[in-house]
């Protein structure tokens, strides 16, 4: 693998940052990392709710030195994409379909990048908030990669009192007044006595990534989730829970599951995963928090093992 310490904090010298114009004009940050001459393949990486694309510079690294392209963008409100609340500091977003509507945009136009050339196989890997739209988005046609990993995803929110009334209090205590305001403070989730570390990796050296970031790009940064944006997460993923079109999708997916994890619902992942024609799935003990590509050693070289044997057999040029 390559050196961990080598791109954690620093941008690769040819990587290049631009910005992606939406159909409605709205300016999205991309991150692009190309390999000099016939590549693997292009791999499309997409984070979870709050996060950049600088925090998986590590991950990038192995599978560039692989001869994976990489590609990620910032999803619209969050990082460098601009925010569609007054308060910077708040994740909003009105209807989780504006984030399926920039997916398919932007995988159209990244696979037409390869009209005329041999790119290889097209890949899409998405981390929680992302691993949800990413499944979303292959059940409504948006994409259609040769294969794709779905990391942590969140196919369920966990709430102490259950999906269904979780749905229900959080539409009657942020469905009324200014539902872009913050759901919570703090933490990523309310009403746990947990440090946001524990919550996501139990490696501080690799936190300590994230928080050197987010100083040197304190633009970057976002907080708790709005209201409307817990409204939509519990009713987008209760209606990817029983889509009919998961039973008949045709796209090989890998779900990489942590079952401690307290922030997604693992279990409802494993649900949809036994939906799934073609899935395969890899599982992490105590021993992972929700970002796996960022845990300590034995997790996240394991989980990327996986990944990278999935994709040797499933994404083959």
Known sequence: MVSPQLYRRAIPAAARITQWSAPDGWALRRFDWGVEGRPRGRMLFQGGRGDIFEKYLEAFAHWHALGWSITSFDWRGQGGSGR?????????VDDFQQYIDDFRAFWADWVAEDAGRDGGPHVALGHSMGGHLLLRALAEGAAQPDAAVLIAPMLGLHSPVGATLGERLARMLG???????????????????????????????????????????????????????????????????????????????????????????????????????????????????????????????????????????????
Not at 84 to 92: A, E, R, Y
């Open 84 to 92: 569609l609340s007054p308060d910077p500091h708040v994740g909003h």
């Open 175 to 317: 469905g009324v007044g200014n539902t872009a305001r913050p759901a919570w403070r703090g933490n990523e989730r309310p009403a746990t006595t947990e440090t946001r570390q524990a919550l996501l990796t139990k490696d501080t050296d690799r936190y300590e990534d994230e928080i050197f970031w987010q100083s040197s790009k304190p633009e970057l940064l976002l907080g708790p989730p709005s209201w409307r944006w817990v409204i939509e997460a519990f009713a987008s993923t209760r209606r990817l829970s029983v889509d009919p079109r998961l039973k008949t999708l045709g796209v090989p997916l890998l779900f990489v599951i942590a079952d401690d994890d307290k922030l997604v619902d693992p279990k409802a992942a494993l649900k949809i995963a036994a939906k799934v024609p073609d899935a395969r799935v890899v599982r992490f003990g105590k021993e992972s928090a929700h970002e796996i590509l960022r845990e300590a050693d034995p997790v996240r070289n394991r989980a990327i093992g996986e990944i990278d044997i999935f994709l040797s057999s499933r994404a083959q040029r």
